[in-house]
């Protein structure tokens, strides 16, 4: 069918939008999209399509979409052109360089930038020529415990094993809501149905949560526990299971320190730890044997385990746990996936942290980033090492980082902003010059981070699907250009020519041609087998993807450790588990406060896809969810007004009553907020909501990794 301005057909391609990457089967023109379905021969999601998909199409066609740069000035962004736009961008870093040295500009990279494979190749690139420490993204309010754990134990940030969920018989689920988020660190579209499957073939789903989440639901055990004492539960399970397991079965000569273990959590048996996280100690034991003893079983733990103060300790502790019941690297267990294209060098990166430090409270790096709660700090502070221009990428840290609304003062007084995003959002409302990208649709795209998680090793290109209009810059294409104009010149020498042969060179480098090259040189590519191996161009022509089988048994192979050995108790954990035991003090404070956690909603995208009205129906979603005990001690009702308060701040939202929490355990859900001045989104009216971050703490972190400490913060709530 031909109209007026096209031909109508048929895209297959990802969902970019989270870490399920469903496939989708896209009708369209080149500028108007009639139908998103999900694609029921996706090898990996099979059929499966969030609500969030169905959206995409609203993204492109959002009137409040950003389409060509933009200048704050006294009266509002107004539209200027991209040469306009890069020649004042290059001004005024150089100038802030010039002034106050490199390390004067910090770059913070938000959650979508790992979404969009052209950024990924590109965004790092315009960081080194930068030549700041000062780097930041959104890994350090979310998993970078478990890169810390997958660093020091297994050599490398990103060898991070996932649940093989698909043949396991026992799933142990900690501060996870997989039915909602459709796995994190665990790329598995459909989360519903693989858990039920679970079960169907005989195996067990335990959830452990403060909340009866909709995953919970489904379970065949729900655990209640403290908010912020899963390192303890974890501890506990491990003393059980050493004490019922013949590690001599389930541990082979891969795997050292193993003597360590035992000392390590002789003191935390079940009833001692009881008495803190709230779980019965015949439950703890009762869950460490069905564990030990199942035919096969997981331990999986994410964002309520990762943000929290302990986070580090949990991530360990569910490796070693996983490593000494003998499912690690073991089909229905623990394993490495093996992507088309290795985002894993083959060399090790040990060592790398803590080679530079923050200006203000001396938190460390790791593995090149510093913790994004000492940012506004750093921003606000006088002095040599202030940070003074700040540019973003598809990023809102006021909304996703604590204490949002220090970040938002700290933004007012930089010297420069610049942020690479497609909307005025409570961040970049404060930059100097926005650089709108393609959307979505508009771009292709191959997941290059998340295949690494997949549960099963598929790979599929995604080509894009609308025309962009003309004019229009891609992500990588800004990125090339930044970089040129923070390279052609050193500082006060003028400019600097290069020759022709690296301007031809990079002219040529595009994701694709990069992308083409991974593919290649990865394990199922045209390097290894040139007649059948994998070429982008074959793997164009396979529009529904290529499925590359179950995870299979990687080690030692995937370990980057100098000696090639699992590290089942680093110095680093051991010490810390030691002082946070000796530092144990009442269990539950007696103030009449509330411990914190943050939820997520199956239509909700993080801070964003807010403004889309098909995503944004039905009641308010932003409200404060309590125990019907506790509202009965407060006198409060289904709607009422309350605030809510912490060292940080104040915030005011409904309360909604609900048994699924415990007693003395507060929810609100995070990325809203979207009521500050400048944001003038259309769906912000009706759904603005308030930040949960707003009464987060910056100063409340883990201290062996630095991530933002969420989960479990003490609040106090008051009837308006």
Not at 77 to 84: L, M, Q, Y
Not at 180 to 195: H, I, Q, W
Not at 433 to 449: F, K, R, S, W
Not at 553 to 568: C, S
Request: proline residues 6%; glycine residues 8%; hydrophobic residues 40%.
């Amino acid at each position: 069918m031909t109209l007026k301005n096209g031909t109508r057909r048929t895209t297959f391609r990802s969902c970019n939008l989270c870490e399920a990457i469903c496939g989708l089967t896209i009708d369209h023109d080149d500028t108007t999209v009639f139908s998103i379905r999900g694609d029921p021969d996706d090898p990996l999601s099979q059929g499966y399509l969030c609500p969030k998909a169905v959206a995409l199409q609203d993204l492109y066609a959002d009137p409040d979409r950003l389409r060509t740069p933009v200048l704050r000035t006294d009266s509002g962004f107004v539209p200027i052109s991209w040469d306009d736009a890069f020649d004042r961008i290059e001004r005024e870093l150089w100038k802030v360089r010039d002034t106050h040295g490199n390390d004067a500009v910090a770059v913070y990279l938000g959650n979508p930038t790992v979404h969009n494979y052209g950024a990924m190749l590109f965004a790092p690139k315009l960081i080194k020529a930068l030549r700041t420490k000062n780097r930041f993204s959104a890994t350090s309010v979310d998993q970078l415990p478990h890169h810390f754990a997958a660093h020091h134990m297994f050599g490398h940030g990103l060898c991070i094993p996932v649940p093989d969920i698909d043949r396991t018989h026992f799933m142990l689920i900690l501060g996870a809501n997989p039915v909602v988020s459709n796995g994190s660190l665990m790329t598995a579209p459909g989360v519903k149905r693989r858990l039920q499957a679970i079960q169907q073939r005989g195996g067990q789903v335990v959830v452990v949560d403060p909340k009866r989440t909709q995953t919970a639901a489904l379970a065949d055990e729900h655990i209640a526990i403290r908010p912020g004492t899963d390192a303890l539960f974890l501890a506990s399970l491990l003393h059980v299971v050493l004490e019922v397991v013949d590690l001599s079965q389930t541990l082979g000569p891969l795997f050292k320190n193993v003597s360590m273990l035992k000392s390590c959590v002789s003191a935390l048996t079940p009833e001692f730890t009881a008495t803190h996280t709230g779980v019965p100690a015949e439950t703890t034991r009762q869950t460490a044997v069905a564990l030990a003893e199942a035919t096969s079983a997981v331990v999986y733990g994410r964002m309520g385990v990762s943000t929290q103060a302990n986070g580090g300790l949990c991530h360990w502790l569910i490796n070693v746990l996983n490593s000494v019941t003998g499912n690690l690297d073991r089909p229905g267990g623990h394993m490495f996936p093996a992507p088309a294209v290795s985002v894993v060098s083959q060399r090790g990166t040990l060592g790398k942290s803590g080679r530079w430090h923050s200006a203000v409270r001396q938190l460390p790096e790791f593995e090149g980033e510093l913790p994004v709660s000492a940012l506004a700090e750093d921003m606000l502070t006088t002095g040599p090492k202030q940070i003074r221009a700040f540019i973003t990428n598809a990023g809102n840290p006021v909304l996703s980082t604590p204490n949002g609304r220090q970040l938002d003062r700290a933004l007012e007084g930089l010297d420069f902003f610049v942020a690479i995003d497609i909307y005025v959002n409570e961040t970049t409302r404060h930059a100097n010059i926005i650089l709108p990208p393609t959307a979505g649709l508009e771009t292709d795209h191959y997941d290059l981070v998340f295949n690494t998680f997949a549960v099963r090793n598929v790979a599929k290109y995604s080509p894009a699907a609308l025309k962009p209009a003309a004019g229009a810059r891609h992500d990588y294409q800004i990125f090339k250009e930044l970089t040129r104009r923070m390279t052609r010149r050193a500082s006060g020498i003028g400019p600097r020519l290069k020759g022709s042969v690296r301007r031809a060179a990079e002219a040529w480098t595009t994701p694709q041609r990069l992308l083409n090259i991974g593919l290649m040189q990865g394990p199922y590519g045209a390097s290894k087998k040139p007649k059948s191996g994998l070429t982008l161009r074959r793997l164009k022509r396979a529009v529904h993807g290529v499925d590359l089988g179950p995870l299979t048994p990687r080690l030692p192979g995937a370990l980057r450790t100098r000696d090639h050995k699992v590290d089942l108790a680093p110095d680093i954990f051991v010490q810390h588990l030691a002082a946070v035991v000796s530092a144990l003090t009442e269990p539950v404070p007696s103030d009449g406060t509330f411990a914190l956690i943050g939820r997520r909603d199956l239509r909700d995208n993080n801070s964003w896809m807010h403004n889309t009205t098909r995503l944004m129906r039905g009641k308010t979603r932003c409200t404060l969810q309590m125990n019907p005990v506790d509202a009965e001690r407060l006198a409060l009702e289904n709607g009422d007004d309350v605030s809510v308060r912490s060292r940080v701040g104040t915030i005011e939202l409904p309360v909604e009553v609900s048994d699924a929490l415990m007693p003395g355990v507060v929810s609100i859900p995070h990325g809203y907020g979207h009521n500050r001045r400048g944001v003038t989104l259309k769906v912000a009216s009706q759904h603005a909501g308030v930040s949960i971050n707003d009464v987060q703490d910056e100063q409340i972190v883990d201290p062996l990794t630095g991530n933002a400490a969420f989960s479990g913060q003490r609040v106090t709530v008051s009837r308006l």
